[in-house]
């Protein structure tokens, strides 16, 4: 599985980004799709996940930033609100499946204070 994420760029603080994912084949039966981010000298730390039913987010990001996916375009979304500096980072998309996970190329975002 491939995985290409997109829609990263330089935003002001406050402004808002939505993130893409795209894969090279269908996720109708993907359990479980996340995002991560990946600032620089830090860990890469989940942001939000998504299931077949439910959606989870890390506190930094509740209320600002929300994940979906479109099983028809085989593609997630990471809208992201009320944008900080500290949202800066590069992002990556990870597709986890039949106990493998695919990991994207990721796609930097940077907030301007």
């Known amino acids: 599985v491939q995985l290409q994420a997109s829609g990263g760029g330089l935003v002001q603080t406050g402004g808002s980004l939505r993130l893409s994912c795209s894969a090279s084949?269908?996720?109708?039966?993907?359990?479980?799709i996340s995002w991560y981010r990946q600032a620089p000298g830090k860990q890469r730390d989940l942001v939000a996940t998504i299931t077949s039913g439910t959606t989870t987010y890390a506190d930094s990001v509740k209320g600002r930033f929300t994940i979906s996916r479109d099983n028809a375009k085989n593609t997630v979304y990471l809208q992201m609100n009320s944008l900080k500096p500290e949202d800066t980072a590069v992002y990556y998309c990870k597709l986890s499946t039949l106990g493998y996970d695919y990991w994207g190329q990721g796609t930097q975002v940077t907030v301007s204070s």
């Open positions: 084949r269908s996720i109708f039966s993907v359990n479980r």
